[in-house]
């Protein structure tokens, strides 16, 4: 195992009706004008933003309201967010919603703080120094934003989508009422467990050995999806299945089941390429890219895969030919992503080979190399967009 440090600061607030805390906690943590951010119309219709605003006045916190971040939030209302922060003397940051609300919370929060532009920390020129403190209430278990330190946001000009990472974006506190993930379309649902799931493989994939504890923390979230995905798809009022899942979306990616090992991130990023293109939901470009991606570098390590076949998937081991049992476990995993609604293949995402050029450029690596589990060149990174091009459930892996 490597050294490691692992800062979790954040306050989860688990469980029915914890919405309606929403001012309380916001003043347990200094705030006293806020900026309620929050997205299309999901939050207004089931009214949870009106529950929020109770809270809020019930705890004396003023406020002013900023919506309309969409999927795949962009610089433009981050810079609409700074601006009305810096007029209203804005000293917190609610959002209300998904790992898009988040991001952009997140991006504002530091925003604020900084003399330059924002994007500066999203494009590597600059280090977040500082940011206004950022709280959560959360509508689908997905990004795992609500309890990691991260925050990706989309350039209108030039598609681009990158992240930024720091300790201040990480929020004070997450409200995490399962019931408010009952309102998700199927779709939406599935995207998100998608995600998290890849939250858990690019900890899982790693090159460091003896790490016999995050690999079965990381085990333990993969199978509670393989579990519970399923019974929410069918039963969408399943308050159970819904608690185990928002949970598991929090522990996928607050780095718990990823210390002390190294970690792959090249999956995300080759889907990011793709939502940036194409729109598509994060979660679904996921689908498309991580398992094509482990088609192509499990050669590296067929044991790491025949572990995750034979753990999470219950595939037969089969000691004399451990790349059969590797196959047979990434079929299962396309297997289980096509049970519960997700797209394997360009064509299903409307994704165009056509633009494999396009997406490798704006990848970004030149003719350097990515880390991770197995580096990845220009061309091992057309390589998997290709296998992504024709992907398919396949008989006999
Ligand atoms: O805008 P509204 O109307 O709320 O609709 C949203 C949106 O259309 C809807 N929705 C959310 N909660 C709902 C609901 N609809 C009905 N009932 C509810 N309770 O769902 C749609 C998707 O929302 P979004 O916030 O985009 O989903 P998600 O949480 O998957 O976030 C995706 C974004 O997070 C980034 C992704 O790249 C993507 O931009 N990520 C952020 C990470 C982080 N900050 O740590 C890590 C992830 O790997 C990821 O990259
Ligand atoms: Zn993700």
Redo the contacts with the bound molecule.
Sequence with gaps: MDNFNFYSPTEFVFGRGRENETGKYVVKFGGSKVLLH??????QK?GLLGRVEESFKAAGVSYVKLGG?????RDTLVYEGIKLCKEENVDFIVAV???????SA?AIAAGVCYEGDFWDFYCGKARIQAALPVATVL??A????EG?G???ITKVEGGL?R?AGSDFLRPRFSIMNPE??C???AY?TA??AT?IM??VFERYFTNTTEVEITDRLCEAVLMTMVKETPRVIADPDNYEARANIMWAGTVA?NGIVGVGRSQDWNS?GLE?EL?ALYDC???AGLAVIMPSWMEYVYKHNPMRFAQMATRVFGCPMNFENPEETARKGINEFRKFLVSIGMPINFEQLGAKEEDIPKLVDTFGIGDGKTGGFMSLGKDDVTAIYKIAVNASVKLNP
Excluded: E, R
Aim: include cysteine; glycine fraction near 18%; aromatic fraction near 2%.
């Design positions: 929050f997205g299309g119309s999901s939050a089931s971040v969409m999927p795949n939030p919603g998904g790992g898009s609300v988040i991001d997140k509508t689908i997905a990004a795992g934003s990691s991260d925050s990706v989508k992240g408010l993930t309102t998700l379309p939406q995207c998100g995600d890849a939250h990616h995300h990011h939502s939901a994060h979660g």
